[in-house]
């Protein structure tokens, strides 16, 4: 049962992000849809097949560093100066899971500093404010970004923004340091026990702009063991408005997840209770963007580690 005042949190919350929205500064071009230069999303997942947002050109702002990308092993650079990561999640300030109509938010009372993200590549301390997950209509491919052009069938994205920059995540999501988000991948093994607790309240958010009260999860259990080894570079929100504020921090270690626990993501809706044409919510990633001279950086070294012993 949805208590109504979390529905009326959850609208007053809506409602601020649809008007500040509003005001996002005006693109001064328009930038064509780019087309897919990755076989992984090539002629899959035609046009007609994909979610109404992207039936039509978007604006991009700049359009100079957006997401997602393909991070290749070998280009990667290793920094030595990227610090270990530390999310201090309080699973209290777990509030609600709203299905948005493009992707399920489990969302994180933000109003102050009780969980956060700093360390790795970021100078100021990230409040958590939501995580959310893209996926595929099968095991094949989900996944937004992709390592050496391989994809897998779900990535989860934690996001935070900056509180000791900005008062509002409103403000945060247009400014050039506004954003960390966490990717990591799902790739399909045995079933996740941090997860199932999540799973199991899924249905009740089935279709579109349905929210239901979800408290005391914590995050840190969908975070790989080890999360200090991680991509990181500047990138974009992968979903309207594609503001260039984010700074992505992406693990090398994927978690795992069951084949059944992807199937109830597959069993959520893009449609509202509403609508006749029901539509189920798969393949709720967007296509990979142009590198542009931007560098990924990496915390580990990746050859370093499979060099063979020196004869002795
Ligand atoms: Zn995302």
């Known amino acids: 049962m949805v208590a109504l005042t979390v529905l009326a949190r959850h609208l007053q919350r809506h409602l601020v992000r ?156 247009v400014e050039e340091n506004g954003l960390a988000v966490i990717g990591v991948f799902l790739k399909v093994g045995k079933t996740h026990e941090g997860l199932q607790k999540l799973v199991d309240a899924l249905p009740a958010v089935r279709h579109k702009d349905s929210v239901v009260e979800f408290t005391k999860f914590d995050p840190s259990c969908l975070l790989p063991e080890s999360i200090n080894e991680y991509w990181t570079y500047a990138g974009s929100l992968t979903t309207p408005p594609l503001t260039e504020a984010v700074t992505w921090i992406i693990m090398k270690q994927p978690i795992e997840v069951s084949h059944d626990q992807l199937a109830v993501f597959r069993s959520l809706l893009f449609t509202s209770a509403e609508e006749e044409a029901q539509k189920s919510m798969v393949n709720n990633f967007r296509v990979q963007q142009p590198l542009k001279g931007r560098t990924v950086r990496s915390s580990f070294t990746p050859f370093l580690q499979n060099v063979p012993p020196a004869d002795p």
Not at 33 to 54: E, F, I, K
Not at 72 to 87: A, C, E, G, H, Y
Not at 106 to 134: A, N, W
């Open 18 to 173: 649809q008007v500040r929205q509003v005001r996002l500064p005006v693109p001064q071009r328009s930038v064509p849809v780019r087309t897919c230069n990755l076989s992984a999303c090539s002629s899959r997942v035609v046009l007609s097949q994909m979610h109404p947002m992207w039936q039509e050109p978007l604006e991009v702002p700049g359009g100079e560093r957006q997401s997602p990308i393909d991070i290749s092993m070998r280009k990667s650079i290793f920094d030595p100066n990227l610090k270990p990561l530390v999310t201090q999640y309080d699973p209290r300030t777990c509030q609600q899971i709203w299905n948005n109509g493009y992707s399920f938010l489990v969302e994180y009372d933000d109003t102050t500093d009780k969980s956060t993200l700093r360390g790795g590549p970021l100078e100021d301390q990230f409040r958590l404010c939501q995580f959310h997950f893209h996926w595929g209509e099968n095991n094949s491919w989900g996944s937004e970004h992709t390592v050496d052009r391989q994809l897998y069938p779900a990535e989860l994205h934690l996001v935070h923004w900056n509180a000791d920059k900005y008062a509002l995540f409103e403000e945060a999501v």
